[in-house]
């Protein structure tokens, strides 16, 4: 019996194995609904109503929920309009998403319209025609063997799924084909 792997583990305590498998007695909702919360919030910053879903989804009363909430917003663990500049800023910057494409973003995450609108006003019209000028560069350098209307089409279809109006990526991606076909002649 030496010889065998796993009979007998160290330190074998019949009372405390029995101990582990015994059931824990129930947590405290209010306890439970913050460390749901706060685990959300480690991995990144959270709207309300994002935490409330989250919440509601683990079947926390909507009283207890409401009130650990209030009690996060208090302290500054929950900030919509802080959530909303930082959120803005990494997808507009990140991922090129127009203020179309991040207005429907925000109002699915629950913020409030006027904090949304407060975040969406440091991408203005200029900022968000560079974004898009800097994409149809990055993206035209992987179409060099496409026919023109072919990258026309790619080119607007991307912009376009970016929240970006027709008319500015039309114009946007025309003005940079002409900009790379000036650039091919010298």
Known sequence: ???????R??????TSGADQHAPKPPEDPVQQAKDICLRLLTVRPRTQVELAQ?????????DVASKVLHRLDEVGLID????????????HNFQGLSRRALAME????GVADESA???LATVDSEAEEDRARQLVRKRMRSLSDTDES??????????ARKGYAQGLAYRVVKDELRTSLL????
């Open 80 to 91: 919509d309009a802080a959530f909303a500049e930082v959120w803005v800023r990494s997808r």
């Open 106 to 109: 925000l109002r699915r995450k």
């Open 9 to 14: 583990r160290p330190n074998d305590d019949s």
């Open 1 to 7: 019996m030496a010889g065998r792997r796993g009979s």
């Open 150 to 159: 072919a990258k026309v089409r790619k080119l607007v279809g991307m912009l």
């Open 117 to 119: 609108e407060e975040a």
């Open 183 to 186: 650039d091919d002649a010298l």
């Open 54 to 62: 989250a919440l509601a989804r683990k079947g926390i009363e909507e």
